[in-house]
């Protein structure tokens, strides 16, 4: 996790206007870095780092494909070098992010390269140089005093509390292609294309936090696809599955499929599918699950929602399951030629 801390120094920005390029917007680039009080470069400070509170993380790509160098790596690598070329490096930057404003909804702003020094990211000191965009502003009211009297005007500005997409590059890791965060209050899928892939050519670090999202995913995807296909299991017994496998991942340090497959899981022909699962997941994906790796809490914490116990009855009613399979009864009624569901309790609440 990025923490911002009193010993965090801005120590250079400097801004671009880009346009979008499918509109022949163009671009208006800076000769030189801001000079702003220090009351200004708070703001900035705030403005840049506030949105950067997970700890999903990725890497910079140092190739674009097989031939082309990565131009967002490129500038990193001659950045951190020398701090210096930061404004020389701003440029290629816009330009290229330039090149990529292509897409009908992408709106051009202000483009902010800056150089920050002694963030604190997982519990290391790091340099970083801060990529970020402003697409928004927003209108604002100032009230001053003229006399005996107060006047009003109106402006338009950025809300330093909404950052519109922002990276950060850490000057470490650089033969995996520096750590970077990702943070943004907008972030559709053409928006993550545009900025994340086409701009920034980044992937996701495969760490902990990756792996644990992996794990969810082919947990979930086991017990709603592959084990009704197999096996003869009531929407019940799939919500009690998730229910079971959710508690895995909150009450376990770490991921051990066998483990997993013993406790959640348990029929053994289930468990044989289950690994035959995971074989297909690994054979099909460009990163194989591992056997066992330690479980990311923030990835629980965020993927936990995905793993949601939900019976969808028509479109009439929805019974949510926390837990105590043996309360819940699915039955067939020849009157009125319906199932339904018995559920048993102790208070009402």
């Known amino acids: 996790m990025i923490t911002s801390d009193n010993n965090t120094i801005l120590q250079e920005t400097i801004v671009h206007h880009v ?17 702003v009080s220090s009351e200004v470069n708070e703001l900035l400070l705030r403005y840049f780092l506030s949105p950067f509170k997970g700890q999903e993380y990725y890497n910079l ?3 674009s494909d097989a031939a082309t160098p990565s131009v967002v790596y490129g500038c ?4 951190f070098d020398n701090p210096d070329a930061l404004t020389e490096q701003s440029a290629v930057l816009a330009k290229y992010l330039y090149e990529q404003a292509t897409g009908a909804k992408v709106k051009g702003g202000d483009f902010f390269v800056a150089y920050l020094k002694n963030c604190l990211i997982d519990g290391e000191t790091l340099d970083a140089v801060g990529l970020f965009k402003s697409e928004n502003q927003e209108a604002f009211l100032k009230i001053f005093p003229r006399g005996e009297r107060f006047d009003v005007s109106a402006d338009n500005g950025i809300n330093i509390n909404k950052l519109d997409r922002g990276c950060l590059v850490f000057n470490t890791e650089r033969e995996n292609g520096f750590l970077t965060a990702i943070a943004g209050c907008s972030r559709s899928i053409s928006e993550e294309q545009y900025w994340t892939d086409s701009f920034l ?7 902990d936090f990756f792996r644990t999202q992996q794990a969810i995913s082919l947990c979930k995807n086991f017990v709603t696809q592959r084990l009704p296909e197999t096996f003869e299991v009531t929407k019940a017994d799939q919500a009690d599955m998730l ?3 959710v508690t895995f991942f909150k009450e376990n340090d770490s991921f051990d499929v066998d483990e997993f497959a013993q406790e959640v899981i348990t ?4 468990i044989k599918s289950f690994k035959s699962y995971k074989h297909e997941f690994d054979r099909d994906s460009d990163d194989k699950l591992p056997e066992r790796f330690d479980i990311s809490e923030a990835a629980v914490k965020r ?4 793993l949601k116990s939900v019976i969808k009855l028509d479109k009439n009613f929805h019974i949510y399951v926390h837990g105590q399979r043996e309360y819940i009864v699915r039955g067939y009624d020849d009157k009125t030629g319906m199932h339904f569901y018995q559920l048993f309790f102790k208070e009402e609440e």
Request: glycine fraction near 4%.
């Open 19 to 35: 346009g979008n390029k499918a509109s022949s917007e163009g671009m208006l680039l800076s000769a030189a870095p801001l000079d």
């Open 61 to 63: 790509q140092r190739e």
């Open 76 to 79: 990193m690598c001659a950045i």
């Open 201 to 207: 050519n980044a992937i996701q670090r495969k760490d």
């Open 243 to 245: 229910n079971k496998s």
């Open 267 to 270: 029929d053994p022909e289930a």
């Open 303 to 306: 993927q936990a929602r995905a």
